[in-house]
């Protein structure tokens, strides 16, 4: 009979997913059929997943610890943040509606039947799911209609392991707090606790969990070091995106309002001889950069104004007239083009607004959205990419004559004349050793490094070592219903 058991936390960012990846991974080594799972996730950093749809890349990483694919079911309500106020709703991977906060708040628990059915058909055969909530249970102002912690966990009839994060300080008051404001029948679902991210020794935490043990009656799992090469693992939250240094090749990535599937950044930010500087707000564009690479983003037209608010449209044009490099992914694509058309008001009002200039193409906004697992070459070396498409919208134009990959037998992305500008749609591209080798080489970047994937793979057992170490995931196993 499978077993669930959920991992909360009692704020945001406390490293839910990555406990979740390492617990998973130490199971599945165990031999056990391990299954993450979330039922409401929030990120524009998506996944393309084998069913065709789209999940939080946390969960696909977190399935890859699994030793699974990613699938639908594993995150069946991704919210797409758009606009300060509003995201885009994906349920069991498709585009659902586009809602602002509050009409959410009010439809969140019409989902709740679809949330189930994804928790429940993900279970059938497996040993053990291991269940992701989102932001803390603590926000007793959500908890009617809940579908992302308590909520579920009534619903679902699931334990808890309440998680606390002592790098941000006052984490017995997190623990404590939580406790104090929760309602009767959900503080009895919380069985245990567990605290992360301790820098130093984590035994001179022993009289503060303690504390927290007696204060709460809950089963003190364990305190978990610092996991120092965290970074190395796909980031999904756009918090933990940050400036990387390494060699002298600089590559500049502006952080857009919106940024969405920064994932390709990560093969990037593990090349030693490579810097990735990661442009905040109200930073120019540094005039040493070697390349600058727009990354995609969930709102191409309003990232594109504040691109030019920033005065970043000015520092690119400099960056080219200087003989620098540009490389435009999905939405970065979209605004290197000379016009992006939007008749339906996909992103807006409709109509159409000026590009950047820098390739020759036009694009089209289209409500169907592309979904879709990849396999391409690369035209000039030859090197074979896999990767994911996701994007509303499709580019035409006279630099698409020169695409420099191919999908199949489709050409794919755009060139300038002289090719010091390439844009694509393809996501996760540098993952490939080959392909990145040759293309920073052919900018005059050394690429040292490669398995790539290997090193992930590397990681995550290093990373289920360390949590092996620390926790008593006998305990955390036999609190698992």
């Known amino acids: 009979m499978t077993k669930a058991i959920m991992i909360q936390g009692a704020g945001s960012n406390v490293g839910k997913s990555l406990l979740v990846a390492g617990i998973a991974r130490v199971f599945a080594a165990r031999g056990l059929s391990v299954a993450p799972f979330k039922p409401q996730n929030m990120s524009n950093n998506a996944a393309v997943t084998v069913d065709g749809g789209e999940i939080g890349r946390a969960q696909a990483l977190q399935a890859r610890a699994c030793g699974l694919e990613p699938m639908v079911d594993m995150n069946p309500v991704l919210l797409k943040p758009e606009t300060d106020t509003g995201a885009q709703v994906i349920v069991q991977g498709q585009r659902f509606a586009t809602m602002k906060a509050r009409d959410y708040g009010k439809a969140k628990a019409d989902l709740m039947p679809r949330v189930l059915d994804s928790f429940h058909r993900l279970g059938a055969g497996r040993d053990l799911i291991i269940v992701e909530g989102a932001g803390s249970p603590a926000e007793i102002n959500l908890r009617a209609g809940d579908i992302a912690n308590m909520g579920f966990a009534e619903a679902a009839n699931l334990p808890v392991i309440l998680a606390g994060d002592i790098d941000r300080g006052g984490v017995i008051a997190q ?8 309602p009767d029948e959900d503080r009895a679902r919380i069985k245990a606790f567990l605290i992360n991210k301790f820098r130093g ?20 799992l364990g305190t978990l070091p610092w996991f120092a090469d965290a970074w190395r693992l796909p980031a999904e939250d756009v918090m933990d995106i940050a400036t990387r240094p390494g060699g002298a090749f600089k590559i500049a990535v502006p952080r857009l309002n919106r940024i969405a ?16 500087d990661i442009i905040e707000p109200g930073r120019a564009l540094p005039g040493d950069a070697d390349l600058v ?30 003989g620098g490099h540009v490389l435009g992914i ?50 000039a070396s030859g090197e074979a990419v896999s990767g994911y498409e996701i994007h509303l919208g499709r580019s035409s134009g006279p630099d698409t004559a020169r695409a420099w990959l191919s999908v199949g037998d489709r050409p794919e992305g755009a060139a300038s004349a002289d090719g010091r500008v390439l844009g694509c749609y393809l996501h996760g591209l540098f993952s490939a050793d080959g392909f990145r080798k040759a293309y920073l080489e052919r900018l005059g970047a050394t690429a040292a490094s490669t398995g790539y994937e290997t090193r992930i793979e590397d990681t995550l057992n290093a990373l289920a070592q360390h949590v092996e170490a620390h926790l008593d995931l006998d305990q955390f196993l036999s609190l698992a219903e």
């Open 175 to 182: 623990l404590v707090g939580t406790h104090a404001v929760l």
């Open 201 to 220: 020794d984590p035994t001179l935490f022993a009289d503060g969990a303690a504390a927290i043990a007696n204060r709460t009656g809950w089963h003190d």
């Open 261 to 276: 599937n920064f994932d390709d950044l990560d093969p990037l930010v593990n090349e030693p001889e490579v810097t990735v």
């Open 293 to 322: 690479l727009i990354p995609g983003s969930k709102s191409t037209i309003a990232d594109l104004a504040d691109f030019r608010a920033q005065g970043w449209d000015i520092d690119l044009a400099a960056h080219i007239r200087r």
């Open 330 to 379: 999905c939405g970065g694509y979209q605004m290197l083009g000379q016009t992006i058309v939007d008749p339906d008001g996909i992103e807006g009002s409709p109509g159409q607004v000026t590009g950047l200039g820098h390739l020759q193409i036009t694009t089209h906004l289209e409500p169907k959205k592309t979904l879709a697992l990849s396999k391409a070459r690369h035209i």
